[in-house]
């Protein structure tokens, strides 16, 4: 089984950074697509970046210009530096990854997990 763990939520005044972190361990084969989302009281999980192992990102354009996302292949990690931050960007943030894992029979199947998600506020 895949976990992951973020860190590096919290509150911060408009206009200042926070950098989420996530990290996947467990009985990983191989890591495809790794990315961040969203969540909003009272709406919908959104997207707001993914990176393919190459480095390729694809960002929501709300976050363009201010958010960036990096992953490390090595350590099976990947970040978030958010800058610039706004009231619209509170939100609990969630991490993603897809790979394939091996199972307890030596077999290999695809994954798609989530982080336990971390808080963002932003507020003066």
């Known amino acids: 089984q895949v976990q992951l763990v973020e860190s590096g939520g919290g509150l911060v005044q408009p206009g200042g950074s926070l950098r989420l972190s996530c990290a996947a361990s467990?009985?990983?084969?191989?890591?495809?697509?790794m990315g961040w989302y969203r969540q909003a009281p009272g709406k919908q999980r959104e997207l707001v970046a993914t990176?393919?192992?190459?480095?390729?990102?694809n960002n929501a354009d709300s976050v363009k210009g201010r958010f960036t996302i990096s992953r490390d292949n090595a350590k099976r990690m990947v970040y978030l530096q958010m800058n610039s931050l706004k009231s619209e960007d509170t939100a609990v943030y969630y991490c993603?990854?897809?790979?394939?894992?091996?199972?307890?029979?030596?077999?290999?199947?695809?994954?798609?997990?989530w982080g336990q998600g971390t808080q963002v506020t932003v507020s003066s």
């Open positions: 467990g009985s990983i084969f191989r890591i495809y697509v």
């Open positions: 990176i393919t192992p190459l480095g390729i990102t």
């Open positions: 993603n990854v897809r790979g394939v894992e091996r199972t307890t029979t030596g077999a290999q199947q695809d994954f798609n997990s």
